[in-house]
C-alpha cells in the first residue's frame, strides 16, 4: 500500500513516480588506477627474476617497545599510532635497477622488505611526475597494487613531498615507469618506509572482520544516519604522518566556491607542521567515504578514495584547531562528491546534534547528542561563556583515539567545533567530551596574524561581522541532491534538504510517520513502499 500525504508549498509541483536506470558506478583512489606497467608488458627485458631487482630492508620492529610507546601516547592524548617511520634515502639513482624497453622507454624498480609489517606505506621528500610519466606501488606478489601516480599527483614544486597510501603485504615493489620522450625528467625520493604493525590488519585490510571500535559505536549508515546523508561525505579519516590516526571534515567558505579547506585539530597536526613556521603537510593522507554499505558491519571492504597532502593555513592551541587546504581536491576523486559543512561562528551551541568520527580508525561512525552542550575550558567541568570548548555528552555511543578533529554538528546542521578530547568511551557513555569551539577559533581572541584564526580563510567575502553568524553547507553536485537508498525506515522522523530529495529501495514500516521536506521536487524511484499505518509525508 501507497499512502502519499503530500503538502505542496509555492513551489511548482514535480512529484514524479517512476523507474530511473543510473549507471554503475566504479570506484577509485586520485590515480589511474590501472595495473603497473611490467605486469602486462611483453617486453623481453623485463622477464628479469623478481630476486634480480634490487632489495632494501629496514630494520625488524620492536614490537614490546612500540607497544609500551603507545600506553604513554594514549596516557597523553596522542593520537593513535599504527605504523612506525624508518628514515631511508631511495631515489631514482641510488636504490634501484633501470631496464631499457624496446621503444625507448624505461622502467626503474626497487624491492621494500620490512620483515614483522602487516603493511607499508610511504612517504617521499621529493615527487614529479612528468607527461607520461606513471608511480606504482605493489605487493611483490601481484597481490595488490595502487597508481598510477601521474601528472595529475604533482605538487607546485618537484621538492614537494608526497605520500602513498597502504599496501597490505611486508614485501612490496614500487616501479616508476617514462617514456623515451621524458627521459630523466621524472623526480623520485622516498624518505621513509612506514611498516604497520597495528590497527591496519584490523582497519582496513581486506582479509579481516571490520569493527575495531568499541561495540557501542554506530555506523554512518544506521538509522540514527539516515538525515545526515549529505554531511557524511563532508568527513575523512587522516592517516597523520603516515602513521596515526585522526578525523576530520570539509567545511564551506562565503564564497560558496568548494575549496578544499578542512578543519581538524591541532593536535593532530602540531607534531608534523604550523601555520606560522612549517605549513607543509605532505605526509598526510585522507580516506574519504570508508563506511560500512549499511547498519552492521561487514567482512567486505569498503571502496577506499583517498587524496594526499596538505598545508595548515591556520591553526592554534587554545581551541585546538588547524585549518588545512588540501593539496588534491576530493571533487577530483572518481565517483565521489565531497560536501562542505556549514558552520556557526557565534557563541551558540544550540540543543541536539552529532558528531561524526573514524573512532580508532574504524569505519565512519555517528554518535548523536540531545543537550544543550556547556561552555567551558578544555576537560573543566565549570561553566562560563568565554571559554574555548565546548562540552558534551552523549546520548548514543562514544568518542575514541583516532575521533580527534572530527565535527561536531548541532542540529541546525552548523559546525559548532572539533573533537580535542574527553572521557567518553563505550564502557564510560555518560563521561563528556571537549570540543574546540569554532565561535573561539574564528577571532582568536582578537588574534593579530590570520595563521591564527578562521575567519579570514572561511569568510573570504568579509560578509560574516567579527561577533560571528552562520553559513550554509555546499553540495559539489551541482543538483546537490539528497538521496535516501536501501532504507528500511521503522521509527519516525524528517529529512530536510535544500535541494531536491531523491528516495530509491525504501520501506516505510512498523507505524512510522516519515516527513521529507526539499526544495524543487521530490522523486520516487522504484522500490518506494508504505506498509500498514505507516506514513510517507512530502513536503517541497
Same mark, same amino acid.
Given at each position: ?12 509541483? !514535480? ?34 627474476? *623478481? ?29 593513535? !599510532? ?57 605487493? *611483490? ?135 606560522? /613556521? ?29 587524496? =594526499?597532502?596538505? /598545508? ?84 548514543? @555511543? ?26 567518553? =568511551? ?9 570540543? @574546540? ?45 539528497? !538521496?535516501?537508498?536501501? !532504507? ?43 506498509? @500498514? ?8
Amino acid at each position: 500500500m501507497y499512502v502519499f500525504l503530500l503538502i505542496i508549498s509555492q513551489m511548482k509541483l !514535480r512529484l514524479v513516480l517512476l523507474l530511473v536506470i543510473f549507471p554503475v558506478l566504479c570506484y577509485a583512489q586520485l590515480s589511474t588506477n590501472e595495473s603497473p606497467v611490467s605486469w602486462s608488458s611483453t617486453d623481453v627485458s623485463l622477464l628479469r627474476q *623478481t630476486s634480480d631487482i634490487p632489495q632494501v630492508t629496514v630494520s625488524q620492529l620492536d614490537l614490546d617497545k612500540l607497544q609500551q610507546e603507545d600506553l604513554i601516547d594514549e596516557q597523553n592524548g596522542e593520537p593513535p !599510532r599504527f605504523g612506525y617511520p624508518e628514515k631511508v634515502a631511495i631515489t631514482l639513482t641510488d636504490g634501484g635497477v633501470w631496464q631499457t624497453l624496446s621503444d625507448g622507454s624505461r622502467i626503474w624498480r626497487v624491492r621494500i622488505f620490512s620483515p614483522d609489517a602487516l603493511s607499508i606505506n610511504l612517504l617521499y621528500d621529493k615527487f614529479y611526475m612528468p607527461e607520461g610519466g606513471k608511480l606504482f606501488v605493489y605487493a *611483490t606478489d601481484k597481490g595488490s597494487s595502487i597508481g598510477a601516480f601521474t601528472t595529475r599527483n604533482n605538487k607546485e614544486s618537484p621538492t614537494d613531498g608526497f605520500a602513498t597510501g597502504l599496501v597490505f603485504s611486508n614485501d612490496i615493489t614500487v616501479e616508476y615507469y617514462e617514456p623515451a620522450a621524458v627521459k630523466g625528467k621524472g623526480v623520485l625520493s622516498i624518505s621513509y618506509v612506514v611498516s604497520g604493525y597495528r590497527l591496519i590488519s584490523e582497519i582496513l585490510q581486506e582479509d579481516k572482520a571490520l569493527g575495531s571500535s568499541g561495540s557501542c559505536e554506530i555506523n554512518v549508515n544506521c538509522p540514527e544516519g539516515d538525515n545526515w546523508q549529505n554531511e557524511k561525505r563532508a568527513v575523512a579519516m587522516i592517516l597523520v604522518g603516515g602513521t596515526r590516526i585522526c578525523s576530520g571534515s570539509l567545511v564551506n567558505t562565503t564564497a560558496n566556491d568548494t575549496s578544499p579547506y578542512f578543519l581538524t585539530a591541532n593536535h593532530c597536526t602540531m607534531n608534523y607542521g604550523d601555520a606560522v /613556521t612549517s605549513p607543509d603537510l605532505s605526509s598526510f593522507s585522507f580516506y574519504w567515504m570508508y563506511e560500512a554499505p549499511s547498519c552492521t558491519n561487514s567482512s567486505t571492504e569498503p571502496p577506499i578514495y583517498s587524496t =594526499s597532502g596538505a /598545508t595548515i593555513v591556520a591553526n592554534y592551541e587554545p581551541s585546538d584547531f588547524s585549518l588545512l587546504r588540501l593539496s588534491e581536491d576530493p571533487k577530483n576523486l572518481s565517483n565521489f562528491t565531497p560536501y562542505y559543512l556549514g558552520w556557526d561562528s557565534r557563541n551558540t551551541s544550540g540543543t541536539g546534534g552529532v558528531a561524526i568520527h573514524h573512532p580508532s580508525g574504524d569505519v565512519k561512525k555517528i554518535t548523536p547528542y540531545t543537550i544543550t552542550p556547556a561552555s567551558t575550558d578544555y576537560l573543566s567541568d565549570t561553566p562560563s561563556s568565554t571559554q574555548t570548548h565546548w562540552r558534551v555528552t552523549w546520548s548514543k @555511543g562514544a568518542t575514541e583515539g583516532g575521533s580527534s578533529g572530527s565535527p561536531l554538528i548541532n542540529s541546525s546542521r552548523y559546525v559548532i567545533g572539533q573533537l580535542h578530547g574527553g572521557y567518553s =568511551s563505550c564502557s564510560s557513555q555518560t563521561e563528556p567530551d571537549c570540543y @574546540g569551539k569554532v565561535s573561539y577559533s574564528w577571532l582568536n581572541n582578537n588574534a593579530s596574524d590570520s595563521r591564527r584564526r578562521l575567519k579570514d580563510w572561511l569568510d573570504p567575502l568579509n560578509v560574516i561581522p567579527s561577533k560571528g553568524g552562520t553559513w550554509d553547507g555546499l553540495d559539489s553536485r551541482s543538483d546537490c541532491v539528497l !538521496r535516501i537508498e536501501n !532504507r528500511t525506515l521503522s521509527a519516525s522522523q524528517t529529512f530536510t534538504n535544500n535541494c531536491p530529495i531523491e528516495m530509491k529501495n525504501v520501506t516505510v514500516s512498523g507505524g512510522a510517520a516519515i516527513v521529507v521536506k526539499a526544495k524543487e521536487y521530490i522523486l520516487l524511484e522504484s522500490g518506494v513502499e508504505v506498509t @500498514g499505518n505507516s506514513s510517507l509525508e512530502l513536503s517541497f
